[in-house]
Nanobody, 121 residues
Framework: QVQLAESGEGLVQTGGSLRLSCVASGDIWSVNFMAWYRQAPGKKRELVASITRPNDTDYADAVKGRATISLDNASNTGHLQMDGLKPEDTAVYYC???????????????WGRGTQVTVSS
């Protein structure tokens, strides 16, 4: 079994920065893919950024130029650095990952429980 735990929640002012972390633990051979999603009240969950090993990144247009996603495979920890935060970035941010538990094995998808980011105007 694999668990994803997010951290880094906070209340920041417009223009501020936050760094979210996602630690994968459990039966892990390799974290092959990690993504951050967010869901604002009354809205659908949306993809913010993703990273595919070794370092293939992708960003939603809404955060392009303001977000940086990274993945440290040695520690199975991913980060989402968000700069120039705007009130519309306010949401619960969820970590998502595809994890392989054994060599040559299948990878499975996991979700974290989410962490709240609030940006005040």
């Amino acid at each position: 079994q694999v668990q994803l735990a997010e951290s880094g929640e906070g209340l920041v002012q417009t223009g501020g920065s936050l760094r979210l972390s996602c630690v994968a633990s459990g039966d892990i051979w390799s974290v092959n893919f990690m993504a951050w999603y967010r869901q604002a009240p009354g809205k659908k969950r949306e993809l913010v950024a993703s990273i595919t090993r070794p370092n293939d990144t992708d960003y939603a247009d809404a955060v392009k130029g303001r977000a940086t996603i990274s993945l440290d495979n040695a520690s199975n920890t991913g980060h989402l650095q968000m700069d120039g935060l705007k009130p519309e970035d306010t949401a619960v941010y969820y970590c998502n990952a595809y994890v392989q538990s054994v060599p040559q094995g299948s990878q499975y998808n996991y979700w974290g429980r989410g962490t709240q980011v609030t940006v005040s105007s």
